[in-house]
Antibody, heavy 124, light 111 residues
């Protein structure tokens, strides 16, 4: 079955750019059947959708983060990537990648499966 | 920012039934977007529990059930078990934000 694995630096300095990669196995990011999302969770807090991407490169972003976020896809490596610029301590969170799911008869996407998540701390 | 409101916590004794509400608005649940639910055990990633308001993925016990009405949705857990102690999140789509929104999360405690 499809598995997702996030990777990237666990520590980023304030004002710098956070960069993460999600490697997909057991399936293809370019299958054309799914969008792929990034979701984050600050320590002890709730979930926040960051944005998603289709294999064609079409993206959607959370308006609250849109000015700082870039999500991209590398079909040759079967990976999606996240870049978040000008980070502050408020961006400290566990970052998850997940596959969007949609089926006829259900209105709106859901997420399954999820990666295990990776903790990114913003600190000098 | 969460636009779906859940109670911070609910609790129940083993074997009891608990429900978790998820209250939205006319731009998400009330706009006919469906609601999905996730279970997050401590230290782990969220796991899909219910999709499309009422559907259980393969492997999810039938003790978990979902419903939706107007601008809100509910998750019910019957026959509560110790292993159900976790955080639960609802999720939907919001057309004013043009994106996915999550609930504030509810911690379920088994007494």
């Amino acid at each position: 079955q499809v598995q997702l694995q996030e990777s990237g630096p666990g520590l980023v300095k304030p004002s710098e750019t956070l960069s993460l990669t999600c490697t997909v196995s057991g399936g293809s990011v370019s299958s054309g059947s799914h969008y792929w999302s990034w979701i984050r969770q600050p320590p002890g807090k709730g979930l926040e959708w960051i944005g998603n991407i289709y294999y064609s490169g079409n993206t959607n972003y959370n308006p609250s983060l849109k000015s700082r976020v870039t999500i991209s896809v590398d079909s040759s490596k079967n990976q999606i990537s996240l870049k978040l610029s000008s980070v502050t301590a408020a961006d400290t969170a566990v970052y998850y990648c997940a596959r969007d799911q949609m089926v006829q008869g259900v209105i709106g996407p859901w997420f399954d499966p999820w990666g295990q998540g990776t903790l990114v701390t913003v600190s000098s | 920012q969460s636009v779906l409101t859940q109670p911070p916590s609910v609790s129940g004794a083993p074997g009891q039934r608990v429900t978790i509400s998820c209250t939205g608005s006319s731009s998400n649940i009330g706009a006919n977007f469906d609601v999905h639910w996730y279970q997050q055990l401590p230290g782990t990633a969220p796991k899909l529990l219910i999709y499309g308001n009422i559907y259980r993925p393969s492997g999810v016990p039938d003790r978990f059930s979902g419903s939706k009405s107007a601008t809100s949705a509910s998750l019910a857990i019957t026959g509560l078990q110790a292993e159900d102690e976790a955080d639960y999140y609802c999720q939907s789509y919001d057309n004013s934000l043009s994106g996915t929104v999550f609930g504030t999360g509810t911690k379920v405690t088994v007494l």
